[in-house]
């Protein structure tokens, strides 16, 4: 179908942020060259960079500038020739060598930074992006305030950390109170991508921009919502770390939470970090604890098996590399959870996510309740579709909504409409910025609207943790289940919903 999308400039709201350097610290590694570069150099073409910002690599690599920058050079444009001007872009990077619990990295980097501040006029302010294992955040934190790093004098210094925060809920506070030592939450920036992308930031524009939608988001009207985030790869080259986590802390604890507490929280009193972040702290509070219920009723695990299709063979989990024979960690979760507030009273929220599933989707499904009575005999109720709202998040960015019309003809049928929009389709917005372009600017700006605050990922450990104990013990009310790969998951998982009466949407 058609769709018409105005774009008003005047109520556009496009900040560019001022001067400062950002410091990525495991510079050589994936996803520095994958994500980071790349959206570094998008922000730079897009008019989105001060002149004033430099990026200062830190890994242990030994590099010359010269060497790293002929890699950033590679990581953002390939075998292509840079323009003068990319070129001058590229002449903005330099690299610091060393060792991440030595002193000594951190005297270099210090001194690369006040030649960075007099060359580019920083300011001294710096941006710390720490692309490192979980293990590595407080001793590299610990490091930057022994070398005064830190210190906001005249300047400012922020720090970004990428999951997991913790492994279970102790070991978050534990990362917590260890970083405190030295940085404070106005300095602390926990990044999840998933909060970056165009149409997790859009559930609340829907949502709160538009009056047709928010007097029906309530127990009264919606039945129950659906949130699906599924893989077709397997875990790859990630064994060694996956192993360890499992789909629960992978993607459910972090990313699939943050996500229901956009779709169910409370309109915050404006959308600046302390209001919007009291509300989804309030949410992850508000949602039935795991412990009060029977965790066979609410929680199914899996992992995939060997594909029975012939034409997409793959092997079992237990088999990939650096997998152990007998590893019973969790590549598909199924989960029904309620929130125990005043909108959300016994309305079930259905969160799976898996590896080795039959594609790679992500997106939110929200059925309304049927109608009461139908007035078109001898149509009953039960015969029309109820109206399901979708936000796909991956990989067609965009929404969708069914109504039930009638069908052209002068007989009474009816019919469903499909009515879909896609970012891509539109010339406005066919070059959507990548998640971590709209969190690293949000980090330079000093906006923690889209990071996740310390007392979310608190909550969010202490609500799964009878479920991690639980599977940890390997206790039989929640024994692991199987799934051919590529298949849509273990069949134990269509109980959760109310006992087989629905279905899940087809992945």
């Not at 006029?121 to 979980?134: E, H, I, R, V, W």
């Not at 098996?305 to 997998?323: L, W």
């Not at 152990?324 to 309305?347: C, G, H, Q």
Request: proline fraction near 5%; glycine fraction near 6%; aromatic fraction near 10%.
């Amino acid at each position: 179908m058609n769709v018409s999308y105005n774009f008003r400039e005047e109520l556009c709201i496009d900040h560019t942020p001022g001067a400062g350097a950002i410091v990525i610290f495991g510079a050589s590694g994936d996803l520095t060259k994958r994500k980071l570069l790349p959206a570094i150099f998008s922000l730079f073409k897009r008019g989105l960079l001060s002149p004033k910002v430099a990026v200062v690599g830190v890994a242990r690599t030994a590099m010359t500038h010269e060497e790293f920058r002929q890699e950033v050079q590679t990581s953002i444009l390939g075998t292509q020739e840079p323009t003068a001007e990319e070129a001058a872009f590229i002449e903005r990077f330099s690299y610091v060598a060393g060792q991440y619990t030595e002193a000594s990295t951190y005297v270099a980097l210090r001194d690369e930074l006040e030649r960075v501040a007099e060359a580019h006029c920083t300011g001294g302010n710096a941006l710390f992006y720490l692309a490192m294992p979980p293990e590595l955040f407080e001793p590299i934190v610990r490091e930057l305030h022994g070398a005064q790093l830190l210190e906001e004098v005249g300047s400012w210094s922020r720090v970004i950390i990428e999951k997991p925060f913790g492994h279970d809920l102790e070991s978050a506070i534990a990362l917590d109170a260890a970083l405190k030592q030295y940085i404070t939450e106005e300095q602390t920036y926990r990044i999840d991508h998933y909060l970056g992308k165009e149409t997790v930031q859009n559930i609340l524009m829907l949502r709160f921009a538009n009056a047709i939608f928010e007097p029906l988001w309530n127990r009264k009207y919606i039945e129950r919502v659906e949130i699906t985030v599924a893989e077709e790869l397997g875990v790859e080259k990630r064994a060694g770390y996956y192993d360890g986590a499992g789909a629960l802390r992978d993607m459910v604890q972090n990313h699939m939470i943050q996500v229901l507490s956009l779709i169910a929280m409370e309109p915050p009193a404006s959308f600046n970090a302390d209001d919007y972040r009291d509300e989804i702290a309030k949410l992850i509070s508000s949602i039935r604890g795991l412990h009060r219920q029977n965790l066979s009723d609410i929680s199914v695990r899996g992992q995939y098996v060997e594909s029975t299709t012939e034409d997409r063979p793959a092997v079992e989990y237990r088999k990939e590399e650096n997998v152990p024979p007998t590893s019973m960690t969790e590549t598909y979760v199924a989960l029904k959870l309620f929130i125990d507030n005043w909108r959300w009273r016994d309305v079930p929220f259905y969160l799976r996510t898996g590896k080795r599933l039959p594609k790679k989707s992500s997106e939110i499904a929200i059925t309304f309740k049927p109608i009461p009575h139908s007035i078109f005999k001898p149509f009953h109720a039960k015969d029309f579709n109820q109206n399901v709202l979708v936000l796909r998040m991956q990989p067609n960015e965009g929404m969708g909504l069914s109504l039930e019309v009638k069908s052209p003809g002068s007989k009474l049928s009816v019919n469903t409409l499909e009515m879909n929009f896609s970012y891509s389709d539109s010339m406005a917005l066919s070059d959507i910025p990548d998640a971590y372009e709209r969190l690293i600017l949000d980090g330079l700006l000093g906006d923690q609207t889209l990071f996740v605050r310390n007392d979310a990922v608190e909550k969010s450990w202490r609500l799964f943790k009878p479920l991690l104990e639980a599977w940890a013990r390997n206790d039989e009310e929640t024994p692991l289940c199987f799934y051919p790969a590529f298949s849509e998951g273990p069949t134990e998982a269509e109980e959760l919903l109310e006992g087989g009466s629905w279905r899940w949407r087809e992945i």
